[in-house]
């Protein structure tokens, strides 16, 4: 039952990188750093969507449109947002195309150079509060709660499918106050919303936190983000929520007249995830047997294997199976039945395995004699016969246990990898023998976490939001420090 | 209660361009020729695209995810294609701003030249067949039915918000099949999905028809489209759908192998809609008092508002409307209670008829003693009183009513503006003094096309799929013809 696939043992970056192509959830394009999702990948990218578009919507954002295109002017009115993004954009300098005169083929038309570079947003903030000045002059107009689903182009030297890619399909949040405890409310609010849904859909645990300065968003005052633990024991960022003071409001002058009729300056937040999440969600719960996705994002939910020697078996399987898969469908369970005589029922468990699928049927000669189905399910590849009468309320309890089990799995397995370490020995050990977070006392400079990331790859994660007050020493300067903070190679 | 808007009879452009701004659609932004699509515009374009999406999946497409950017080759593998779309293409030639030298600024790094341009997709057929050519070995891979929702640049020298942008949002479906015949009935079908899309939903009467060789896509072997007629005379092109033949195909080596074993070329449709329908949806309906817009894409169905002095009339009447937000919510309709108090309620009247919303009541003190809500329909802006019993059922049906109506009128419109003409005087003539489609002979030649285009401006929108065969002369050239064509000016 080969699926050539690496063993997570073996290799997990091979086994990741394999997995991602052979589950067909997405590619590399003939654009270097630009991956092609392929529609298996994009139906749970959508799902995704989906849900976080319906929880933003319910907590009182509306979604817009902003151009693709940042004059690169604006890009730099902001000190810091320049200094973080320059390096990595992608420019638009001409307009047209034209044929070469000694007949070579298409060139760029030199006479159609643009007058100001335009870049592709790596990010929208600057963009968005140079319109957002047209839009706000008083209290009134306040809070704005705006959100875009968009792709945005970073540069990067380094990609690897959905983890960093140069293009990247995201959502960002924009929103507009008129105090900054308002405002850091709703950046506070927001990795709460990506929390829930990183916990409830992604059956994915995260720890809430705020960054340390150096890992802080290019042009926010604070980061709050959401991190994760993968299976082999690196942290990956899944969401980050910023609170941006007034730096956008100054940079773009956007100003409001408050209830007193006094002009301020508008406090802000940005915040988003990206297609980063489907690397997240394989590298939490998939396996040497291919994907395992939560029922809550999985696109097909059951599939149903008929097996069958010739015709009329089949058309006796498809009718009994009729009836089942309408039932289904009317519960709002996504069924597919795969009836292709195209494929044997072995090579198309394998498939169904590989993809994720959470639960499913297979029916044969011996069952349709029985009235039974066999029921397998994909989290623990366990297979049970199952009686044809309760079949549809087995099915809906397997796809809440597996919802839960898989969480609870990945929890577990998280509980496991945070350690708390009291020594620069003790952290080099721990780093290398089993990886994971490692809670340790930090002196709050920039200088002594650059060292550590220097020394051992590994960078504060967050400083929890639960993380007790505890008096302690700096593991590496052993300066004093006032509370533990999580440390990890990331993703 | 001015809403300060030009009437349609003294500037059709004017009132346009005015209501985009006012009714909270879109507006111009600080980079050339894209717009900020606002998020009342958005709202009516994510209605759009829930309906094509649950069309196109129910017609079997699948979405997918190709990259933003386009390797110069590619562009030009198709000789017809590069023809047509090399003369508006955003170029990115470089991937990093530094720090001028002498302190001046951020400017593009020299050292950061891409080996190769990448352009930024003007339209998807060569970076997706580019990677078909990999998805598609053998028949049992056809056929190939995806669909992606992207943004698209060309850069258009004029641009008007909605109509003509150098970036817009769209949908572009690209198919793969095993023969001519299924390659022809898909972009067929996906050309009648789009004319019942825009007559059901947007209530926009469109003709079916087939381009003349000129208004063809650049790189198709027939172009299907849906063409609209706007208030003014102007026709507009709604959608269209390609049959590629097998240029494509050709241009980047997509083979497969047939059930006999033999190696052919694949047959390829493409097909498009996009933010221009949000233009089109305008100039069909709306009136000088602003937005009309069909029930079904309203995002806001029915706005309540209270007409109240002080605090405790406002909670009565709050009280009183809590029930029937709630009932009519739970029927799918979309329902504001607009209980401001920064507003007066003549006020709100007038924006809510300028963003279209359909059916407004109103309920004061008279009305809460006897009972009754005011009920307005915007199509008409008729009034009624309406019993409180009666009020949800009255909705129902003038959701109903209003869809229905606001078709009609557009249907009637379009009858009154079909001419048929039979001399070059006559076509002038008729094309001056009303405008609309003019059903005429043609010879059949670019060159009578491209001429009377010149002299007229007006070009051959469609030949229509229902024309029938008539014997004629053309109108300019007096040559033989076999049947009418439509000829408009058009956006």
């Given at each position: 039952m080969g699926k050539n696939l690496t063993k997570r043992s073996e290799d997990y970056s091979k086994w990741y990188n394999e997995l991602v192509v052979k589950a067909d959830l997405a590619e590399n394009s003939g654009v270097r750093g630009c991956m092609v999702i392929k529609p298996y990948g994009y139906a749970i990218w959508e799902k995704m969507q989906a849900e976080l578009d319906r929880m933003f919507k319910e907590t009182g954002h509306q979604n817009a449109y902003f151009p693709l295109f940042i004059p690169k002017s604006y890009l730099s009115k902001e000190a810091d947002h320049v200094e973080g993004f320059a390096k990595e954009c992608a420019v638009v300098t001409h307009y047209r195309l034209k044929n070469a005169e000694d007949g070579s083929g298409v060139i760029v038309d030199?006479?159609?150079?643009?007058?100001e570079e335009l870049i592709?947003?790596?990010?929208s903030e600057t963009i968005i509060w140079d319109t957002y000045r047209k839009w706000?002059?008083?209290?009134?107009?306040?809070?704005l709660l705006v959100n875009q689903w968009a792709n945005v182009v970073r540069w990067e030297m380094r990609t690897r499918l959905f983890?960093?890619?140069?293009e990247f399909l995201w959502q960002e949040g924009h929103t507009a106050h008129a105090t900054r405890e308002e405002a850091v409310a709703e950046a506070e609010q927001m990795m709460h919303v990506y929390a829930d849904f990183a916990e409830n859909f992604m059956a994915m645990p995260v720890i809430k936190g705020v960054k340390s300065e150096s890992e802080r968003?290019?042009?926010?005052v604070e980061t709050y983000c959401i991190e994760a633990l993968m299976q082999d024991g690196k942290a990956l960022q899944a969401g980050t929520s910023h609170f941006l003071g007034q730096n956008f409001a100054r940079a773009f002058d956007v100003k409001f007249a408050n209830k007193e009729g006094k002009q301020d300056y508008v406090w802000a937040t940005s915040w988003g995830v990206s297609t980063r999440l489907m690397g997240a969600l394989i590298m939490t719960h998939s396996d040497d047997n291919g994907l395992v996705l939560p029922p809550k994002l999985a696109p097909i939910q059951v599939v149903i294997v008929p097996i069958y020697k010739g015709e009329e078996q089949l058309s006796a399987i498809s009718e009994k199976v009729a009836p089942l898969v309408r039932e289904l469908r009317s519960k709002g369970i996504s069924v597919k039945y795969?009836?292709?005589?195209?494929?044997k029922p072995g090579w198309k468990f394998n498939e169904y395995e590989l993809k994720g699928v959470p639960v499913r049927l297979a029916i044969g000669q011996r069952d349709m004699e029985n009235g039974t189905y066999e029921v397998a399910r994909r989290d623990t590849l366990e297979k049970e016969t199952v009686h044809e009468d309760d079949v549809v309320s087995r099915i809906e309890n397997l796809l809440e246990d597996i919802q839960q089990r898989i969480y609870q799995k990945a929890l577990e397995h998280r509980r496991t990898h945070i350690t708390e370490v009291n020594s620069f020995e003790e952290f080099k050990e721990v780093l290398e023998s089993k990886g994971g977070f490692l809670s340790a006392h930090w002196d709050g400079t920039a200088e002594t976490e650059d060292t550590i990331k220097e020394l051992?790859?590994?960078?504060?994660?967050c400083i929890p939001l639960d993380a007790e007050e505890e008096e302690g020493k700096c593991i590496y300067s052993g300066k004093p420090s006032g509370r533990r903070v999580l440390f990890a190679k990331a993703y």
């Open positions: 030199p006479d159609a150079k643009l007058e592709v947003r790596p990010t706000i002059q008083s209290y009134r107009d306040l809070p983890l960093r890619t140069a968003f290019a042009g926010a795969d009836n292709r005589d195209t494929h051992t790859k590994a960078t504060i994660r």
